[in-house]
């Protein structure tokens, strides 16, 4: 899977057993265009209790970016950022933001790969959602 400058794309490498991968990724990350960001989505689908969606992104430039989950038929979304060029080194988590069950991040970061995890709250939770990447 190609990983572009601005989209979010399908990750591929080495996930957990449990994970699966979603099966559309958004339309920007298909032009393979290499321009800076300035936002992308994707959407994601929970089909089983249990299953985690894997998302990679490359941030380009260093700066804030925000990751949110619009919910769809998904009732709750817990969210997860890894990297820099790692699935293993937690940068930050959410769950809730607000009075809402939909997951946000804010966070600085510096140039690289980077990994999110969507999971639904409870384990017996499916549904769609949608991911949403800000970028400086």
Not at 23 to 34: D, N, P, V, W, Y
Not at 99 to 108: G, L, N, P, V
Request: one cysteine or more.
């Amino acid at each position: 899977v190609q990983t572009c400058a601005l989209p979010i794309s399908k990750a591929q490498p080495s996930m957990p057993k449990n994970a699966k991968y979603p099966t559309r990724a958004c339309q920007s990350a298909r032009r393979e265009t290499r321009q800076t960001a300035i936002a992308a989505s994707a959407p994601g689908n929970i089909e089983a209790g249990g299953v985690e969606d894997w998302f990679r992104f490359t941030a380009a430039t260093a700066g804030v970016y925000s990751i949110s989950s619009e919910l769809g038929t998904l009732p709750d979304t817990v969210m997860y950022l890894y990297g820099p060029e790692s699935q293993q080194t937690l940068v930050t988590w959410n769950d809730d933001v607000g009075a809402k069950r939909a997951s946000y991040i804010e966070t600085s970061l510096v140039p690289g790969e980077y990994y999110i995890k969507v999971k639904a709250y409870r384990i017996t939770q499916t549904g769609s959602y949608t991911l949403h990447l800000g970028a400086p």
